[in-house]
């Protein structure tokens, strides 16, 4: 079982990274093998044409591996991630309410790409999907970082197994919550299933 996870956070330490590691040894107990990508330096959408380019037509960005400006970019090859992985998680911090940018437009370029696959089959339509969001100071904009993930998640198909909201003061219980959500997926349990 492939569990892929992936990641809006730009940082190399702090809160969002330390649950990450909990879901990654969560995955792994539950004998599957994880690859963490990182969304940090992925462009925004071009919005090309007449606002649809190649992601309504043949459900990938133009500008999937190159941007406009030459720069480099990894997006058809995530997608390509998430199509060979059998569970995902989005992980990020929250600013300002909403994902981390880098992920931010990830998805929303994924969602342009996946939408019109909706009634058939995309990257994302069936997997079971953990949704983890990490406010720092105030801890404020937690649950809207969650719906907006959540939108995501019924624009593509995907199905989310969980919401885990994680913050400073509760981080001592949502790291247990967090790890045993990851090992359930990763042992074959999904949304709608009975655990004890």
């Not at 696959?117 to 339509?125: D, S």
């Not at 404020?140 to 199905?159: D, V």
Request: glycine share 14%.
């Amino acid at each position: 079982m492939n569990f892929l996870i992936i990641s809006g956070n730009p940082k190399t330490d702090g809160l969002c990274k330390d649950i990450t590691a909990h879901i990654e040894r969560g995955a792994r107990q539950g004998g599957a093998d994880v690859e963490i990508i990182t969304m940090e330096k992925v462009s925004r959408c071009n919005v090309c044409g007449d606002g649809w380019g190649t992601c309504s037509k043949q459900n990938v960005c133009e500008f999937g591996e190159v941007t406009p400006s030459g720069e480099a970019d990894r997006f058809n090859s995530i997608q390509d991630k998430i199509k060979g992985a059998d569970l995902l998680c989005f992980i990020t911090p929250v600013y300002w309410g909403e994902v981390a940018e880098g992920l931010k437009a990830f998805m929303d370029r994924l969602r342009r790409c996946e939408f019109a696959l909706f009634g058939g089959v995309g990257v994302l339509k069936g997997k079971q999907t953990l949704l983890v969001a990490s406010p720092g100071g105030s801890g404020n904009g937690l649950l809207t970082c969650l719906q907006q993930m959540e939108r995501f998640c019924q624009h593509t198909g995907a199905i989310v197994f969980d919401y885990i909201g994680i913050n400073r003061w509760n981080q001592g219980y949502k790291k247990t919550a967090a790890y045993n959500a990851a090992l359930l997926m990763a042992q074959g349990i999904k949304n709608g299933e009975t655990t004890e």
